[in-house]
């Protein structure tokens, strides 16, 4: 009999998933672990000249270190096939996105509407109390809600990507690596006598895009973006047309190096795809002080009455910068920031801390200065 129930932990083969599930094992759960097959092999290396035992994250070889894991940990292990829920919802948002001018966040749509939802559809057929991963946050009650803060290692802190998970989810959800160090969650691997996957290396792709490359793998999805190749860039200043693109779904706000000369470094300022236009600039461009966001979840408040000055960011490795939030209805809110950020971009998510402690985060719709554009259709939520 296991001294605080039964633990389902998400383990991708990775460091910090084995870990954590060794540390639960440690403190008297019983352990079961799971690893979530999330995307076809063949779609999305086909034609990519990756092969499976190099393709990143989630592949054959990280299932298989799962597993002996979770042998030594003498726990039991399974693979659980979500490559329709994740597809349906996951890649096809990730590719509307792109076609829609913006820049998708597909770990936080993982998180948000597959992996969290999977995970205790599995949970409640096992039997498990609660559910874990290796994510460096932490989760606690606070006032009647749960809470989800920082992890205590900066550099790796990934409360910015866990907003979007529910409050009844939250509820059933362990962080063992929130209060711990990369450097401590190595040695203790060693220790745990994980060897195989002590000194593995983080992935940081997207893991149903092979090294990276969403050009070649938009490419291969919707081979008909190739016929958008020779639309116009155009300064954000002037209205000159100032050479041509490869195709508007090719870029992202912020982006450089785009073969063009300016007198200046030029940067995407802007992407309009009804007509095929990529809005160039200069860094200054790029500035924004307002913007919007929709789709909002709320964390450690369930919303805000008036105004409220809060630490606020706009992409995964931004530090953050202070700014005066108002809520917009149930679900949006307007952010001013005391100074402009640079390249505010549409489609990633805008999370708001109190203090360590998540408030609330949302979609990016358009910085102040951005032409109105509609956001694309969300398909369906998948019946997990």
């Known amino acids: ?13 990775g460091v910090d998933s084995s870990v954590a599930a060794g540390l639960l094992h440690e403190a008297g759960y019983d ?5 979530m097959k999330t995307w076809d092999y063949e779609t999305s290396l086909g034609g990519s000249g990756v092969s499976r035992a190099t393709s990143g994250c989630c592949s054959l070889d990280d299932m298989n270190d799962a597993r002996a894991v979770a042998v030594r940990l003498g726990a039991s292990h399974t693979v659980v096939d979500i490559r329709a829920e994740f597809g349906d ?8 996105d792109y076609l829609a001018g913006r820049t998708p966040n597909p770990c936080v749509l993982c998180n948000t509407h597959i992996k969290w939802a999977a995970l205790l559809k599995r949970a409640d057929a096992l039997g498990c109390e609660h559910i874990a991963t290796g994510h460096y946050a932490r989760v606690r009650e606070h006032g009647g809600r749960h809470v989800v803060s920082r992890g205590l290692d900066a550099a790796k802190d990934q409360s910015y990507v866990l907003w979007g998970v529910a409050q009844d989810h939250l509820a059933r959800t362990l962080f063992p690596l929130g209060g711990l160090e990369k450097t401590e969650i190595r040695r203790l691997a060693a220790e745990m006598g994980f060897d195989h996957v002590a000194d593995k290396k983080d992935s940081y792709e997207i893991c149903f895009v092979p090294n ?10 919707a081979p008909a973006v190739a016929d958008l190749a020779g639309g116009p860039f155009v300064h954000s200043e002037t209205g000159e047309v100032v050479g041509r ?4 779904p090719f870029y992202t ?10 007198g200046e470094p030029a940067y995407v300022v ?5 007509t095929n236009t990529v809005v160039v600039g200069p860094r200054s461009a790029l500035a924004e002080r307002t913007l919007t966001a929709s789709g909002v979840v709320w964390g450690k408040w369930a919303g805000i009455d008036g105004e409220a000055r809060l630490g606020g960011r706009i992409r995964h490795r931004d530090p953050g910068a202070p700014a005066v939030v108002r809520q917009l209805g149930d679900d949006a809110l307007e952010a001013v920031f005391e100074t402009p ?6 489609g990633q998510a805008a999370v708001f801390y109190d203090g360590d402690d998540v408030v609330a985060g949302g979609w990016i719709d358009r910085p102040a200065r951005a032409q109105p554009e509609a956001s694309p259709e969300f398909v369906a939520l998948p019946t997990l």
Not at 212 to 221: K, M, T, V
Not at 270 to 274: D, K
């Open 253 to 262: 706000v912020g982006q450089r190096k785009l073969g063009i000369a300016l």
């Open 212 to 221: 990276d490359d969403y050009r070649g793998f938009l490419a291969r999805r």
């Open 31 to 35: 352990v079961v672990g799971v690893t």
């Open 1 to 13: 009999m296991s001294r605080h129930g039964r633990v389902l932990v998400a383990m991708s083969g």
């Open 89 to 96: 919802w996951v890649i096809d948002r990730f590719q509307a």
């Open 270 to 274: 802007r992407i309009e795809p009804e």
């Open 245 to 248: 693109h490869d195709g508007y």
């Open 341 to 346: 950020r640079t390249a505010v971009a549409p």
